[in-house]
């Protein structure tokens, strides 16, 4: 077949290489000058950053295109378990390391906060369980086809829902597993990683700590973007062929049938359409004629983010790659967030790939990503939003690491919601498109295809089944399935 890819982000490169592998003719069109969309990267003064997603878990999903290629994956991505997943800090000066071993990440926690190590073991238990309970089956189908729901291990599963605590929070999990303040807040943090709220979110996103404390956390030989780099690569190498620069004004359409894109006033036919763009922006600027699943399109969104990239004049020994600087107050960080606005006293995450690759800054020093949690855009005044986020994240870094931070940041640049639709159209700078906040979120994602027009599918963050690198790697597998089972 002759398959078209809007967009070059992390899915559309995986959905290429998928496509290209089984021997389709693929060509894929990007607004942009790189691939990657979010994992990409840039220079500034002699330091390197990776300029979107800082944390890779599940890294069997780039290692399976690998596979279907018939390839060896450790000749053409490499990376390591980090021995530590994230260091943890509170203004009361505790610190704590989240070693990568459950054992280790147990003992630690009793060593620092007095929890005995059997709680947290047993809160890793109970993620795996729910992993393997339901992880694979929702996180690697389509929830939007009936033959899913009549395979055996679905219907299994689905006698289990009590088990999945579908009927609580996040929060109340972790509270009923670990109890103690400051171990429940390091457990909550896990739901921004789709953008979610630990107070809101069905208790079943418990099951992420599994991916880092029991799966692992890696990094990259090279940083994130050797994740875009290869895999653009490899579906460049079975032929798949891109168009950086070349915008899709209009997916075209023959009554209910997808046969072809316009591109930069051109029109290109084609037997299936695949996008990767976010699905608001697919519907509205591409799809405008054709029938708008507006319950769908007016989905409350998820978190953004506001990221600082300092290159710092100095080394901290005391941060790791991943490091977490918690606020006082948790639940009113969040509920400022679901009101549109920004705590002062922010959670603060630094990111410094110059832990690992040294080249990534100058002999020295050291290149911070700094990111904190802020509302996609409803129209805030950003600039004002920025400048006392910056000066509230600053006076946190003083207190806790009891430095004279301004003084050592040598060069800025600065990322916000405006900046990140801008650049990747995610509508209103959400960050994972929908919230989860909400029980059933996982069924109301758009699916994987369109159930009005023909050989028209969707990958990437803003569909099933979500946000962050391996569901969106995950989208174009589903996206492959589909495709090769009709």
Known sequence: MKIAIIGAGIAGLASAARMAIRGHEVEVFEANSYPGGKLSQFELQGYRFDAGPSLFTMPQYVDALFQEAGLNPAEHFRYQRLPIVCNYFWEDQTRLSAYAYAGDFATEVEDKLGVKAEKLQASLADSRHKYELSGRIFLEKSLHRWDTWLQWDVLKAMLKIPQFDL?????????????????????????TYNGSNPYKVPGLLTIIPHFEHQ????????????ITKAIHQLAESKGARFFFNSTVEEILLDKNKAIGLRVNGTDRHYDQVISNMDVFHAYRRLLPKAPQPEKVLRQEKSTSALIFYWGIQRDFPELNMHNILFSEDYRQEFQLLSKGQVSD???VYINITSKHSLGDAPAGCENWFVMINVPYNAGQDWDAIIARSRRN???????????????LIACEEVLEPRSIESKTWSHLGALYGTSSNQRMSAFMRHPNFSTKIKNLYFVG???????????????????DDILHKL
């Open 345 to 347: 006293d922010p959670t």
């Open 461 to 479: 963050g803003s569909v099933h089944p979500g946000g962050g690198i391996p569901l969106c790697l995950l989208s174009a597998k589903i996206v």
């Open 167 to 191: 009927f609580t929070t996040m929060n109340r999990v972790n509270e009923r597993m670990v109890q103690h303040p400051k171990l429940v807040q390091l457990l909550n943090r896990f739901a």
């Open 393 to 407: 994240i600053i006076a946190k870094i003083n207190r806790i690491l009891k430095v004279d931070l301004e003084s």
């Open 215 to 226: 799966i692992g956390a890696f990094y990259p030989e090279g940083g994130m973007y050797s």
